[in-house]
């Protein structure tokens, strides 16, 4: 029964893929985080990782040692008990908040959102959101007077940001709640008209905020002027008994995030002072002259920080869920190869390899994405806060905002699509342990999908990405200026070039600028001939839609490897350098693989290349695979933070499984409900109890079968035919001979 | 504040779509259901739809009023409860299992299985399973002993399977349990060796069998005689206490399906009869001696069966899912289209179009594929029984019965990829309403999902039939007699053949043959090459396992295609066949798209008639649309089955999901933690009551932002600048003028 030699444990199994790797995996993780500060705060606020590669030891060992943010117990949690738990985060979280510098609480936020989007997002909309609304729409007098309050610290004030509604959401113009002026009274008076009108999805609302920022139709002097702010006072802060008119409930469950009490809301004939109106930009006097900004605001600068965060949030959560699937392949064997007694690690398959090593290049690419554009956007908020009026970079300026605002929307839809597409993946490379709650890949999967309608709806979010596109296109031809991201449009003869047939970097850079162009041109090529046979530009653009989904598809894809190029370029050469490239080649050859189409329509490459393009990508797989495992130890996520025992970093998958399992699952003293529904129906009539097998009367029945035996031996020549063509013939037809193992796959 | 006409409810907005539809809505729904009798029986068992299209009024109506079957709660329902209520709906089930026809029942069981995943699993363990093993490999002795106590009415016996273990999954010949013959008592002793051998993921075993069959390694005499089945008793029926050496635990929730209670099962030398071994195969003597069967069983047949259901509700859960995506699409408007105030039903986008009609397309070309599967399987069956040795016919049989098990691998396999594709789809085209429970494609999502992985993992079962793809390309190169459905292999010339321009069904027919045949050539001649340069057999198949992969996709795309071909080619000319063969256009063409590149590669298509085919995916998008509704009401779904407001019949999305949610989330009458959580919050320091707005000195500093206003206009020429770059560039660089709206999209 025992094995012809020892087998190795999971945890040896994973020890010896960790030996020796042919990088410094702390320097490797540095690289990948940016900065060594960053990965030491990280590991400070995960707290675990200390032991691991020569990290610093902990100075302040943060959330794994917080009650609140213990995640073991959280897949069994009712969506009650979640949101208790969300609010005792809240009041772990003030202190910091009123504390620690902007970028060290950024960095502490950007972890918790991977540990825990629930509260990052429940959190989000009292900062983010209602902290937001104030910032940017309220005059100073105002923002003082509400954070004097204690919006910052909680203590008054706890917000809620109320702006979709039931049968509106990303059209803000059309919102159909009402504000009207009250000269009389000088207030507002808020209202819902009817049931499409109801405040829906309102984080906060159902059952921990005081007060919203309402956005709705003013109304003045029976005249509109558009959707403003209001701050509406929803709950009594002393009884947290509702504000007259105010109606409340609870939207209950979601796919995910359940830790968040999201609400509705029905104001009716809600009066607030006419100073809660937010008067930054519209202002309204006290015998109602309304005052309109000289001109709609510069948002662009607000929204490319959200999304920035959505593509580094899209490229950690892909992380977090291939260091489960990459350790857990590590591990997990499965059927023997030939004489092989020890069964084959999964990761040792080709196929295995093709399912998890593109993800990972992904995820890599994904992340140094995001650190460029973080950048990019610092640099760009500096360059606009110190922008004169007649500046002679303005244009320029300008130009880059744009073009990075279009590109921030392309990404974003791009990244969170591959981020759940990851997910989803590594839940299936894990078998059916993937499908129990406990691998971590359901919560994180339900989690993760709303990113893909918030913030903009990607194929919509595409669709902007590609009108842009449109008018880079327009410039392009023009011979104007571009900004970088689109500067490739301008490239002499990009859209007939050729591969060099070397699958270099540079080679795959020109391939995605030589097809992302191709299809740039095709969309504007559309949009121009729909507007030359009369239609509108609006019908025009709608009508090239699928055209400008695949620019912006093509660009977007083109635009990740090469900011993960360009920073790989930037690096000085050695041993994490030389893997980063290879990772960044994988990234590329693997999505011209994905998208191959383009570049044989196009003929960048002929089809005999694309078959070496298959044979590289295989390669690179085949090389990658060998280090996976302390590459994905380099994304330096702890057990804590990963929360799934397929993943741990010790190994010890099937028994810190089995531990898991059985700690959330006690079994009751008193079985539920045998009573009432099993034991009717098991002793109906016939049940019996004693059971010894005889009564079969089998032992005669083997006798007769005995018998029946030498009738079988004429089925045999039948039997033989059979087996013969349908376990063998399959590899007998190609080569002669051989045997068939059935149950190899 | 009115509009200036009125605006059509919801409600007349769906009732419009159905206005006129050329094509009699139940006569094609007939045709999608393959026959009259199914859709009567449907509708029976659904007890809704009677008021629709001509059906038959009501006869005995089912689930719909059956309490146990309500799901308009199920979102809310904690894991302890779906079970309890699981166990409500098998008890009313054992009336129809003993007392109706297998056909009539097996349509009730497939409804069942739209409707609740969940408790379809449950019922498929004890009466698909358990039963189904006792019917092949029990004695015909064995099999009425267990009758007779009860199996089928469940009174006596509730069965479970007890196969998959913890470290090991779809390799059953790897399983550890051991089932040791001990002569002196006549009993078999069953024993799990170490926590890897745990038998886990158990249906039923958590908290509701009595038995189980048990996969074991058996050994008799010291010698290890493979894996055989052992029924073994878990829990007294008396009592429901576990029996003496079982060990079980629940293992706990799921990414879906919690209504079924899984667990595990660790065995302690527990004592069986040796006559609860299953014998119709090996048998094992009183005295130990073991008797093999002739052959390995042909279990094909058996296979067969379960993949051709997997592809039914594949096509049946999305329709589901399209049903509500497609209503719902109808209903919900979204941004006014220039002067035009009423806003634009999503459906009337393009891109909304393309997002919903070719996964429509997609949904019945797999139906039509599991109604020709089903007709196939029985024609197969019935000819395999009178199948006599020597008969003439037998190699042409068996060929089929070969070609379409491996195919039936790659239908499983890209059958549930699609659908579970189409629920998130879905969900995503539903914008935010698509992330609440009650739109139900959250449980969709999550039931669905494991049906990648259960059966065999999809990249597993493709690589089956990507090698027997290259065995049947071995039988084409030699001229062999090829089955059906991979005759097109031997088709002259196929592997050049090139587009008649027509992009006819016979033309996107011949394409699919065309790159099938080129893509499987490819991994066959890889696989002889890898073969050539010494690598083993296996080896070899591994290494090729991406152009394995890649065969499968295209071959089985292309039989899906085909399938649905025939069928609306067989049918006689007419409305309804008239709308299914622009659907099955579609869904040719749009995969086409999906694939182009190997079109292209293999020059099927040009890269002019691949932007002809976008034009057409276009063009039938529209057409497809117009009748959109129509078509998803043939799919006969009733609201019960649905389960979602957001796809009601009525079209009274937001009323009816308003409803829902008021009517699961009931305020409780005490906040559950304002007390301990937020009121210590909001009391810290300086929290005020009243609230009048006045402490801000807001007119005072208005009076100042007049002044300053001045100012301001000195901004101005900065100000206009960034707009004109902004705003309008885009579509002035490709035309002069136009205003943009941002919000447009």
Not at 140 to 159: A, E, F, H, K, T
Not at 250 to 256: A, F, S, Y
Not at 378 to 391: F, K
């Given at each position: 029964m025992a094995f012809p030699r020892p087998k190795p444990t999971t945890m040896e199994t994973l020890a010896m893929e960790r030996a020796n790797p042919p990088f410094n995996v702390r320097k490797l993780s540095i690289k990948m985080h940016g900065s060594e500060r960053s990965l030491i705060l990280k590991e400070k606020f995960m707290a675990e990782s200390g032991q691991r590669y020569g990290a610093l030891h902990m100075l302040t060992p943060q959330i794994a040692r917080h009650p609140a943010f213990k995640l073991s117990d959280i897949h069994d949690l009712s969506k009650d008990e979640l949101r208790e738990r969300t609010m005792e985060k809240f009041a772990s979280m003030v202190y910091y908040v009123t504390n620690e510098s902007l970028d060290t609480?950024?960095?502490?936020?950007?972890?918790?959102?991977?540990?825990?989007?629930?509260?990052?997002?429940?959190?989000?909309?009292?900062?983010?959101?209602?902290?937001?609304?104030?910032?940017?729409?309220?005059?100073?007098?105002?923002?003082?007077?509400?954070?004097?309050?204690?919006?910052?610290?909680?203590?008054?004030?706890?917000?809620?940001?109320?702006?979709?509604?039931?049968?509106?959401?990303?059209?803000?113009?059309?919102?159909?709640?009402?504000?009207?002026?009250?000269?009389?009274?000088?207030?507002?008076?808020?209202?819902?008209?009817?049931?499409?009108?109801?405040?829906?999805?309102?984080?906060?609302?159902?059952?921990?905020?005081?007060?919203?920022?309402?956005?709705?139709?003013?109304?003045?002097?029976?005249?509109?002027?558009?959707?403003?702010?209001?701050?509406?006072?929803?709950?009594?802060?002393?009884?947290?008994?509702?504000?007259?008119?105010?109606?409340?409930?609870?939207?209950?469950?979601?796919?995910?995030?359940?830790?968040?009490?999201?609400?509705?809301?029905?104001?009716?004939?809600?009066?607030?002072?006419?100073?809660?109106?937010?008067?930054?930009?519209?202002?309204?006097?006290?015998?109602?002259?309304?005052?309109?900004p000289p001109l709609a605001q510069l948002t662009y600068g607000a929204l490319l920080g959200g999304r920035t965060s959505m593509v580094a949030d899209s490229s950690n959560s892909a992380k977090k869920a291939l260091t489960v699937a990459v350790r857990y392949a590590a591990v997990r064997r499965q059927f023997a190869q030939g004489k092989n007694q020890l069964e084959t690690q999964l990761l040792d398959y080709p196929i295995h390899q093709r399912r998890l090593m593109p993800?990972?290049?992904?995820?890599?690419?994904?992340?140094?994405?995001?650190?460029?554009?973080?950048?990019?956007?610092?640099?760009?908020?500096?360059?606009?806060?110190?922008?004169?009026?007649?500046?002679?970079?303005?244009?320029?300026?300008?130009?880059?905002?744009?073009?990075?605002?279009?590109?921030?929307?392309?990404?974003?839809?791009?990244?969170?699509?591959?981020?759940?597409?990851?997910?989803?993946?590594?839940?299936?490379?894990?078998?059916?342990?993937?499908?129990?709650?406990?691998?971590n890949f359901p919560l994180m999967y339900a989690d993760f999908a709303v990113q893909c309608t918030w913030e903009g709806d990607n194929t919509i979010l595409s669709l902007q990405a590609g009108r842009a596109l449109v008018g880079a296109w327009g410039a392009a031809t023009r011979k104007k200026r571009l900004a970088p991201g689109v500067a490739y449009l301008g490239i002499p003869n990009i859209l007939s070039s050729k591969s060099d047939d070397s699958l270099s970097l540079r080679d795959v850079q020109t391939a995605w600028h030589c097809v992302a162009a191709n299809v740039v041109k095709k969309a504007a090529e559309?949009?121009?001939?729909?507007?030359?046979?009369?239609?509108?530009?609006?019908?025009?653009?709608?009508?090239?839609?699928?055209?400008?989904?695949?620019?912006?598809?093509?660009?977007?894809?083109?635009?990740?490897?090469?900011?993960?190029?360009?920073?790989?370029?930037?690096?000085?050469?050695?041993q994490e350098t030389a893997v980063l490239k290879k990772v960044c080649a994988l990234y590329g050859l693997w999505q011209v693989e994905e998208q191959q189409g383009y570049f044989l329509k196009y003929g960048y490459f002929t089809p005999q290349q694309m078959d070496k393009v298959q044979v590289a990508v295989d390669d690179l797989c085949a090389e990658i695979r060998a280090v996976a495992v302390p590459l994905v130890d380099a994304f330096a996520l702890s057990d804590h933070i990963i929360n799934s025992p397929l993943g741990k970093f010790d190994g010890s998958v099937y028994e810190s499984y089995f531990a898991q399992v059985q700690a959330s699952n006690p079994t009751p003293k008193v079985h539920p409900y045998f009573d009432r529904l099993i034991k009717p129906l098991l002793e109906r009539e016939n049940a019996l109890i004693e059971d010894t097998g005889a009564e079969m009367g089998l032992d005669?029945?083997?006798?007769?079968?005995?018998?029946?035996?030498?009738?079988?031996?004429?089925?045999?020549?039948?039997?033989k035919r059979v087996e013969a063509k349908v376990r063998k013939e399959e590899y007998a037809r190609v080569l002669p001979g051989g045997k068939v193992d059935d149950d190899e796959e």
């Open positions: 609480f950024s960095l502490r936020m950007q972890l918790i959102g991977i540990a825990d989007p629930s509260f990052w997002t429940r959190f989000g909309v009292a900062y983010g959101l209602f902290l937001g609304a104030l910032r940017s729409g309220a005059t100073p007098n105002q923002l003082s007077y509400w954070m004097d309050r204690g919006v910052l610290g909680l203590n008054g004030v706890i917000g809620c940001f109320a702006m979709t509604e039931l049968a509106h959401g990303s059209n803000v113009a059309g919102l159909e709640t009402t504000a009207t002026f009250d000269p009389a009274s000088d207030d507002f008076v808020i209202h819902t008209p009817h049931l499409g009108a109801t405040k829906w999805w309102i984080g906060g609302a159902a059952s921990t905020a005081t007060h919203a920022a309402v956005f709705a139709q003013m109304i003045v002097h029976g005249k509109r002027h558009g959707v403003k702010t209001f701050v509406v006072q929803l709950r009594d802060t002393k009884t947290f008994t509702l504000m007259p008119g105010v109606t409340i409930g609870d939207i209950g469950k979601k796919m995910g995030r359940d830790g968040i009490d999201n609400g509705y809301i029905q104001f009716t004939y809600v009066r607030v002072p006419r100073a809660h109106m937010l008067m930054k930009h519209t202002q309204v006097s006290r015998d109602g002259v309304v005052t309109e993800l990972v290049a992904q995820a890599v690419a994904m992340g140094f994405t995001a650190l460029k554009l973080q950048h990019m956007y610092e640099d760009m908020t500096q360059s606009l806060d110190s922008l004169e009026p007649g500046d002679p970079n303005m244009d320029e300026i300008l130009d880059k905002l744009k073009e990075t605002h279009a590109t921030s929307a392309g990404l974003k839809a791009f990244c969170t699509w591959a981020c759940l597409d990851t997910i989803d993946k590594c839940r299936q490379s894990c078998g059916g342990h993937g499908y129990s709650v406990y691998s559309e949009y121009v001939s729909h507007l030359k046979s009369g239609k509108s530009k609006d019908e025009a653009m709608e009508r090239c839609s699928q055209s400008r989904f695949i620019a912006a598809k093509l660009h977007t894809i083109g635009y990740i490897f090469g900011m993960y190029r360009e920073a790989v370029e930037e690096m000085e050469e050695g005669d029945e083997l006798e007769e079968m005995k018998a029946e035996r030498e009738e079988a031996e004429k089925e045999k020549e039948k039997a």
